[in-house]
Every structure is written in C-alpha cells, then in structure tokens.
C-alpha cells in the first residue's frame, strides 16, 4: 500500500494579530515576526507567507542591497527553525503612492512606484528561498466605476504579469483574486479572470492562482469549485482556507466554522486531485478573534489545522464506492444523506 502524502501546513506573520479593527484598537500585546516564528514548528507549521515588509520591516526606508541583506538574514532565521518560504506578496496597499492602486493608477507615476516594488519583491522571494510570489490586488479597482478605464487596466495587469516573467525566469506569480474590500469594484474578482489573465501572460505555467475560501463566498461562488477548476488546469498554487459568514466584511473565520460540508468538500477536492504531492502548501489565513485573551493568541492556527485534519479523516472513510453507486443510479437524494450523515458521524 502507497502512503498517502501528510500535508504541510503554513500562514503568514499576520495570521498573529494584536486584535485591532477598523472599529477599536489592539486588545493584546504586540508580538514581533522574529518570535513567531518559533512558534511554527511547534504548531505542527512548517511554511512562512510573507508580505514583503514582513520579511523587510520599514522596507521604503532602506536602500535595495539593505533590503536583501535583511532578507538573506530572515531566511537564515527560517533555517534555523526548521522552516520554508512559501511566498512573498508585495504590500501595495498601504503605501501612500498607492492610495489610488499601483498598477491600474491613472497615475503613471504611481505604477511605475508599483512595478519597481514588485520587482523587488521578486528579488525578496528569491533571497528567503520562495518560488512564488503571490499578487492580491487589494486596491486594483476602484468605488466610482467611471473612474478607471477598466479594459486599460485589465491590459495593465497583464502587461505586469509580463514583466515579472521576463525579469526571473524562474518565479512563478500566483494571483489571489478577492471580489471587494478594500475596493468596492475589484478587479481579477474570481479564479476565472485570475486564470484568463495567467493563459493570456507569455508564459501560462508560471502563473498560477491562490483560492482563498473566504474570498470565494464574498463572491458567492462555492470555494470547492474555485479549487477545482485551477486543479484542473494545474493552477492551484496555493490555499487561503478559513471561513465567511455570509456576504459581509472579510472575516477569515476558522476553517469550517460557518459551513461545514462546503469545508469538507474543500478537502475533498483537495484529497482527491493529489493536492500537497508536488510540495504545495496548506496555508491558512484565518483572524485571530478580537475577544481572544492571551499574548500571542494562535488557537485559531492550531484549531483550523486541526479541524482541516479531521476533514481529512472524513474524506478518507467517505465512502467513494457507495458514493458511486449514488451516481449510479441518480439518487442525489440518498448521496446527500448519506453525506450529511458521515459528517455528523452517525454512517
Ligand atoms: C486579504 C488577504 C491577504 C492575502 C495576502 O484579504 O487575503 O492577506 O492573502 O496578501
Ligand atoms: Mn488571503
């Protein structure tokens, strides 16, 4: 009997927040990215996402050979604790060059500032060790739709995306599409306009895509479905699995604490189409709760982790012979309890 592949766990430094929100301030200590990180292997993590000025706190401030010094350090860190790279996000959403989105900016001034800060990032993923950089294109849309040409930008994602392929032959570019907050119009909003940008870029197999569970509802798509349809194509760089109550803020609740069977068939999928064999990741984005006591607070990485665990579990005694014999005979009905009654544990 082969033995099926274990799964390897990752979140980014964000993941451990001080619990503030648009609302309130932090309701628990700060915790800095260098201790965190001894907090991964421990948990049963052994990938780190980074955005860039995770790796390079102040990162506007220092020149380019500093920047990589500092990353050259940080990935030495990893090392010493047992840890990989997974990727690194530009984090253009916070700069004040910015405020308007970096590479669809009417302002050309401002792309350029977004360009160069990917480039860079390239160089950062590179230093700590990551094969991907992923791009969320936070503030890429816009509240007042006439106020972008939306086919120019479109073109201008596209022109970026071949940039970075030209400068590193190697890195391979995973987009996150999200359908709103920051922005209200938000573009690349699903895996489909994120996978037609990659088929569209000089170089397919090197763009790939990061379905993030809680990003798939805000577009009331099932995130199983967006999975499955970048595994199909082999786009499936990574995940962002967590969870969404519903079309309202991002929440990045736990996995599986909203809707349970949409989470099982994300394993499904996962379980089914050899997910994690090639080395890819299962990465977490998931909130601490503002209420949580404690400093730092990671219950939520260790719940989630095992919650997705557990799932797998499921998806390995689900039984696929009766489930074929369901299909069969086109009796949805008996496959959906029979269903339901594996996850409550009572077939
Ligand atoms: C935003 C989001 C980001 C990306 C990384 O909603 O999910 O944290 O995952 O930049
Ligand atoms: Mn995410």
């Not at 000025?53 to 020149?63: F, N, Q, S």
């Not at 989105?101 to 950062?124: E, F």
């Amino acid at each position: 009997m082969t033995k099926t592949p274990d799964y390897r766990f990752s979140f980014g430094p964000w993941n451990i927040n001080e619990g503030a929100d648009p609302f309130g301030p932090c309701t628990r200590h700060p915790y800095d990215h260098e201790a965190k990180y001894a907090l991964y292997r421990p948990m049963g993590f052994e990938g780190v996402q980074f955005h860039d000025d995770d790796v390079v706190p102040e990162i506007g401030k220092l020149a380019p050979a500093q920047v990589l010094a500092k990353a050259a350090g940080v990935r030495a860190i990893l090392n010493n604790h047992g840890l990989a790279a997974e990727f690194v996000a530009p984090r253009l959403w916070f700069a004040p060059e910015t405020i308007d989105g970096g590479y669809t900016s009417n302002s050309a001034a401002d792309r350029q500032y977004a360009l160069d800060r990917t480039l860079q990032t390239i160089d950062i993923a590179r230093t700590v060790g990551a094969k991907a950089v992923v791009l969320w294109l936070a503030r890429e849309g816009t509240y007042v739709r006439e106020a972008k040409n939306v086919v120019t930008a479109y073109r201008r994602l596209l022109e970026v995306l071949n940039k970075m392929l030209a400068y590193d032959k190697e890195i391979e570019i995973w987009i996150e599409p999200k359908p709103n907050e920051p922005t209200d119009l938000a573009f690349v909003p699903t895996a489909g306009h994120a996978m037609a940008l990659a088929y569209a870029s000089q170089d397919h197999r090197r763009v790939k895509i990061v379905v993030e569970s809680a990003h798939a509802i805000l577009a009331n798509l099932d995130p199983s479905d967006e999975m499955a349809f970048a595994l199909a194509h082999d786009k499936l760089g990574s995940v962002h699995l967590n969870d969404q109550n519903g079309l309202k803020y991002d929440q990045d609740k736990n996995f599986g604490t909203t809707n349970l069977r949409a989470a099982f068939n994300q394993v499904l999928v996962l379980e089914d189409n050899g997910y994690g064999r090639n080395g890819e990741f299962v990465g977490l984005d998931v909130k601490a709760m503002r209420t949580q006591k404690g400093s730092p607070v990671t219950d939520h990485l260790r719940n989630t982790r095992q919650i997705f665990l557990d799932l797998v579990a499921k998806a390995r005694s689900y039984d696929r012979k009766r489930v074929e014999e369901f299909r069969a005979a086109r009796d949805y009905e008996g496959l959906e309890l029979y269903t339901v009654q594996h996850l409550l544990g009572s077939r």
